[in-house]
């Protein structure tokens, strides 16, 4: 059966090439502890320095200001957790988003139960935070304004050199969860103004369980979750995760190298599908920015459907998609996004997306059009939703 897979947002494949390079570090003499004084450490000390040129690099970064951290989720959470004990003594007040991925919302939480006070910013029918509700949430005792670059669920671009702006004036930290624009827009920690940023290698093409989080130079920031030995600088205790860093310098590498080719690909290829989908089948929304969102990234609510059911049967067709985030499907609950955006929580439910990548093609979206149509159909047909399309 043909398989295509639209959902690059949960995951990417492992490139051939990243795949090659982290071989090297799996296999022969490559396996040393690069702490170690001896060859075997030395040799794969000097991979470990390369790799983290090589990430400094695709961000603008200094390599000095690279930590690798097992991934996304370890970032977000290092980077709230460590700008906020380091700052007490100045204040004690958070600002995030509603639509935040849970590592940065669970994370300023969890934050809220121990004394730190919160502030979770509401967002427009976009998903978009707005840079003067952002202003308006600032007091003397602000510390930390986490907020993502570009939205998991909806693709939705934030204001970021906007809020990077104010944050700098005012001087108080601030945290990007630059996870899902890693690779598909241009990140660059000064031009977005960020002090913190994380990003995770198998958005990527990298491989899972492997992340880094840039710590600008200057920024009062100190490790707050690991105990243990002094492994990077002293900002992340345990032995590295040689392969994986390897792959997450590889990757990185890739990234930026053909990211404005393949952006623009990726667009025409979302936009066909936007309109495939908007003018075949009534009853149904974008979801997210129409404009200022990701290249690859196309997330609707179909009306009197379950997004669920839609998958099972779009997989059965061979089609991976996902409705809401891979984190939240598998709950009843709609997702959080969506009911912060005003969508009502039996529309949130008709949720899909489709998140393209690299080896997608023009025909996949033939394809995804042409089989989705009899799909929602059907589905709309036996509904208990009420009316039929
Ligand atoms: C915006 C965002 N932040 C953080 C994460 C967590 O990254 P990881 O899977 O590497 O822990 C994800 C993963 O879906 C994400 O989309």
Redesign the pocket.
């Known amino acids: 059966m043909r398989r295509i897979y639209f959902d690059h947002?949960?995951?990417t494949p492992v490139d051939r090439q990243v795949a090659d390079e982290m071989y090297r570090f799996l296999t022969g003499d490559n396996f040393g502890n690069p702490s170690s004084q001896h060859y075997f450490g030395s040799s794969v000390k000097e991979a470990v320095k390369e790799a983290r040129e090589k990430v400094a690099r695709s961000i603008g970064a200094d390599p000095s200001e690279i930590v690798f951290t097992?991934?996304?989720?370890?970032?977000?959470n290092m980077a709230i957790h460590g700008a906020a004990y380091s700052n007490q003594k100045k204040g004690n007040h958070i600002i995030t988003c509603a639509v935040?991925?849970?590592?940065?919302l669970n994370t300023v939480k969890a934050l809220g139960k121990q004394g730190f006070e919160t502030t979770i910013l509401p967002v427009d029918a976009y998903g978009m935070v707005h840079v003067e509700d952002v202003e308006r949430a600032i007091t003397d005792k602000t510390i930390l304004i986490t907020i993502?670059?570009?939205?998991?669920?909806v693709g939705t671009i934030m204001p970021i050199a906007e809020i990077g702006k104010l944050t700098r004036e005012r001087k108080i930290i601030f945290h990007v969860?630059?996870?899902?624009s890693f690779g598909k827009i241009p990140v660059n920690v000064d031009e977005l103004g960020a002090d913190l940023l994380?990003i995770?290698?198998?958005?990527v093409y990298g491989p899972?369980?492997?992340?880094a989080l840039y710590i600008r130079k200057g920024t009062r920031w100190r490790q707050s979750l690991f105990h243990g030995g002094a492994q990077e600088r002293l900002r992340r205790a345990g032995t590295e995760n040689i392969p994986g860093i390897i792959g997450l310098g590889k990757a990185a590498e890739l990234a930026v190298e053909n990211m404005e080719e393949e952006s623009s690909r990726l667009t025409r290829l979302r936009d066909k599908i936007i309109e495939g989908i908007k003018g075949r089948i009534p009853h149904v929304r974008l979801t997210g920015h129409p404009v200022l969102r990701l290249p690859n990234h196309a997330s609707f609510c179909f009306e009197y459907i379950e997004g669920e059911s839609m998958l099972l049967y779009l997989d059965m067709e061979g089609v991976a998609s996902s409705s809401g985030?891979?984190?939240t499907s598998g709950s009843l609950e709609p997702s959080h996004v969506l009911l912060a955006m005003g969508i009502p929580p039996e529309l949130a439910h008709g949720n899909l997306r489709v998140t393209l990548g690299k080896d997608n093609t023009e025909e996949d979206a033939d394809y995804f059009l042409e089989k989705l149509v009899p799909i929602v159909e059907k589905l709309r047909d036996i509904s208990p939703y009420g009316e039929t399309g």
Request: aromatic residues 0%.
């Open positions: 947002s949960a995951t097992s991934g996304g989720t370890e970032s977000d935040e991925h849970h590592a940065v993502m670059h570009a939205n998991n669920e969860d630059a996870v899902q994380s995770s290698a198998h958005k899972k369980g492997v992340g985030s891979a984190c």
